[in-house]
């Protein structure tokens, strides 16, 4: 066995590598995390990385798969290769269950599966029982066992695995074994191990290279290293003293890059099709959770109950003129404020939380890129924010229009300017939320919840949708606080044209001028700043 395993690899070396780092190097926050990596790996090579703490291991795993953009070099794939990925992380949004997952992998690499041969498989992986459950309420071996189902799931030709048996019981670890010598080791597969467990790389790996400080070091076969010090753990042991002993000599300075910051999370040979898998995806994210149905469809309702009806009677005693026409200013406010709360809370904690959760990495793995994960996104939000203005005009009719005519309450004067400003509150809306979640990429979907309602409420109240602009305008003191409120600029002229008592004076063009200027600075803000390269 070891000589026809030693055999394999030396005719490996005969063909093309199906990967090639060539002079790698990967910085981050003026660190340098690896330097000039130069790596050629070859069908049915399984490799085992050693190193310590912070030496790069994972660092070069994420960047072999695509996970992480690099600072300079190349990187060489055969063109129709197949990698499968596990991720050391185990966050995932709330919501997305077993099946979930599985599906969207099922549809991405176009697998067929009938139920029954989906159900023996999840049966042979040991995760039937708990396929319905949501990824955040698995134990860690669980998640490990979905893991590494959906890393070897589509046949990959290479498959990359982050520490595997981390905190894991022997029962799971000892099906976790099984499962790779049946699909890698016995289907002469290839495979990245990094690992601290130095038995594993003795019994699932025929090479390795040494990692130290961002370089490599060493390599070779993982015979050898038996065979030399008896046992890889005895080798790795003495490298890392010898490693602790010397002075470290690099500068931990780089060069900026001054690049766009929104970078690629999967290399560029990606691969079409995949965007209906994903918008099914996200759909699903939405659709289990609580918060995004409520502030569509429940929040306008219960807004527009609460303060039309409230409204009506205080200016239904003046003549009924009077009550329609704060019914529809009412309207067109909280209409528009359930666009804002689609940008400022669910476009932004969206991006929040795929990035933070290792289903982002899930879906780079599937070779489709954040660009499209972020684009589409973004699209169905826009298509929320028409749906919930529409849905609050459906409500307002429904709640007031018997009495006061659907016609006039809910249609614009001006119909023309009105969608043309709708259309900026959209795009502001949109842009404001991109922004916000650059600046809070790093925060935790729960505080980050804490900070959209510290956002949003005041922008909410000065918006017109717990008071009429128009009272707020007769108010002194709420007026020039108006000013702060960056939508002010293009709700009021919307707010007046759908009236009727919109002029495109100074004033306005202003307004209009200053909207188009913090649409363009929430773009360039947002997209320089939200950095998926982590």
Same mark, same amino acid.
């Given at each position: ?12 070396? *005969?063909? $093309?590598?199906?990967?090639e780092?060539k002079?790698?190097s990967?910085?981050?926050?003026? =660190?340098i %995390?690896? +330097?000039? !990596?130069?790596?050629?790996?070859y ?10 703490n912070g030496?790069?291991?994972s660092?070069?795993?994420?960047i ?6 690099i ?14 990925f ?7 949004p ?5 099946l979930?997952?599985?599906?969207y ?5 176009d ?11 999840l ?7 708990f396929?319905n ?5 698995l ?10 189902l ?10 990359? *695995?982050? $520490?595997?048996?981390?905190?894991l ?6 099906e976790?074994? =099984?499962? %790779?010598? +049946?699909? !890698?080791?016995e ?9 601290h ?6 019994n699932?790996c ?7 400080e ?7 076969l993982v ?16 490298k890392?003293l010898?490693?602790?002993s ?15 910051r ?12 995949k ?12 659709y ?23 409204f009506?009677?205080i ?10 026409l704060? %019914?529809?200013?009412l309207?067109?406010s ?5 666009i804002?709360i ?41 298509l929320?924010?028409i749906?919930?203005?529409?849905w ?26 009105a969608?043309?400003?709708?259309v900026?509150?959209?795009l502001?809306s ?8 650059s600046l809070f990429?790093?925060?935790?979907p ?5 900070i ?5 409420i005041?922008?909410?109240f ?5 008071i ?6 007769k ?7 108006s000013?702060?409120?960056?939508f ?28 188009l200027v ?17």
């Amino acid at each position: 066995m070891k000589k026809q395993m030693i055999n394999n690899i030396n005719n490996n070396e *005969l063909l $093309e590598p199906i990967i090639e780092l060539k002079n790698v190097s990967k910085n981050y926050k003026n =660190k340098i %995390i690896l +330097e000039s !990596i130069n790596l050629k790996i070859y069908p049915n090579d399984r490799i085992g990385i050693i190193g310590s703490n912070g030496a790069g291991k994972s660092t070069i795993s994420e960047i072999i798969g695509g996970i992480k953009t690099i600072s300079s070099g190349t990187i060489v794939k055969k063109s129709d290769l197949v990698l499968g990925f596990q991720f050391q992380t185990t966050a995932y949004p709330v919501g997305i269950t077993v099946l979930d997952m599985v599906k969207y992998y099922l549809e991405v690499f176009d697998i067929p599966m009938t139920a029954s041969n989906l159900d023996e498989i999840l049966k042979r992986y040991q995760i039937y029982k708990f396929k319905n459950r949501t990824l955040e309420r698995l134990s860690g071996g669980q998640q490990q066992l979905v893991n590494i189902l959906l890393s070897l799931i589509h046949n990959p030709d290479f498959v990359i *695995l982050d $520490e595997i048996s981390t905190g894991l019981d022997i029962e799971v670890r000892s099906e976790i074994f =099984k499962i %790779i010598e +049946e699909n !890698i080791i016995e289907k002469n597969k290839g495979m990245l191990l990094v690992t601290h467990q130095m038995k594993e790389i003795e019994n699932l790996c025929n090479k390795y290279i040494y990692i130290d400080e961002g370089n490599i070091k060493e390599s070779g076969l993982v015979s050898d290293l038996i065979e030399k010090y008896g046992s890889v753990e005895e080798y790795t042991m003495q490298k890392i003293l010898v490693s602790k002993s010397q002075i470290d000599t690099r500068k931990n300075v780089c060069t900026k890059n001054n690049k766009n910051r929104f970078n690629k999370i999967i290399n560029s040979e990606a691969k079409k099709g995949k965007t209906i898998p994903l918008v099914k995806l996200i759909l699903k994210y939405y659709y289990k959770g609580v918060a995004v149905p409520f502030f569509l469809f429940a929040f306008p309702i219960i807004l527009m109950f609460l303060e039309g009806f409230a409204f009506k009677e205080i200016y239904g005693d003046v003549n009924s003129a009077a009550a329609a026409l704060i %019914i529809k200013q009412l309207t067109v406010s909280v209409a528009t404020v359930s666009i804002i709360i689609v940008g400022i809370s669910v476009l932004p904690q969206t991006l929040i939380e795929f990035r933070n959760s290792g289903l982002m990495k899930r879906i780079g793995s599937t070779n489709t890129r954040a660009v499209n994960f972020m684009v589409t996104t973004i699209l169905i939000c826009i298509l929320f924010m028409i749906t919930t203005f529409l849905w609050t005009m459906l409500w307002s009719g429904i709640m007031f229009g018997w009495e006061f005519g659907w016609n006039q309450i809910l249609a614009p004067i001006n119909i023309g300017e009105a969608i043309g400003y709708l259309v900026v509150v959209i795009l502001a809306s949109t842009t404001f939320g991109i922004m916000i979640a650059s600046l809070f990429k790093s925060t935790s979907p729960t505080a980050y919840i804490t900070i959209s309602n510290i956002i949003f409420i005041p922008i909410a109240f000065l918006s017109g949708s717990f008071i009429p602009i128009s009272l707020i305008e007769k108010s002194e003191i709420l007026n020039v606080f108006s000013y702060f409120n960056p939508f002010k600029y293009s709700i009021t002229p919307l707010n007046s044209s759908w009236i009727g008592e919109h002029k495109l004076d100074l004033k306005n063009s202003l307004f209009l001028l200053t909207s188009l200027v913090l649409v363009g600075i929430y773009g360039f803000v947002g997209f320089r700043k939200m950095n998926w390269d982590r």
